[in-house]
């Protein structure tokens, strides 16, 4: 993922959901706007509500979810992304799999 905002690191998430169905609100991660969309699923611009920071958040689709090939190339994915440091790329701090949202 390529961003303009060098200080902001990427955190990732799965979802059993389509995007479309997501709430505004994904546990601790207010969804502020679609930033990008792919074959495994959307990127959001979104605040972790706790530490007030803007971050962008991959969101998988149901369908990536069930596919364990999709799975795999998700975590190397972000064991690749954690490794990057430039200042032209956003940095990947977090991954978590989550199957069910709070809402709000």
């Known amino acids: 993922m390529h961003s303009?905002?060098?200080d902001q690191p990427a955190e990732a998430l799965t979802a059993t959901e389509s995007?479309?169905?997501l709430p505004a609100q994904l546990r601790e991660y207010r969804l502020l706007e679609k930033?990008?969309?792919?074959g495994m699923g959307t990127v959001y611009?979104?605040?972790?509500?706790?530490l007030d920071k803007i971050v962008a958040l991959k969101?998988?689709?149901a369908q990536s979810m069930n596919?364990?090939?999709a799975v795999a190339r998700f975590q190397r994915e972000m064991k690749a992304v954690?490794?990057?440091d430039?200042?032209?790329i956003i940095r990947a701090t977090t991954r978590a799999m989550w199957t069910e949202f709070t809402s709000s």
């Open 67 to 69: 596919d364990p090939a």
């Open 45 to 50: 611009r979104a605040r972790h509500e706790r």
């Open 4 to 6: 303009n905002r060098t």
């Open 82 to 84: 954690g490794k990057l």
């Open 59 to 61: 969101v998988l689709t």
């Open 86 to 88: 430039h200042p032209n």
């Open 19 to 21: 995007s479309a169905a």
């Open 35 to 38: 930033i990008g969309e792919g």
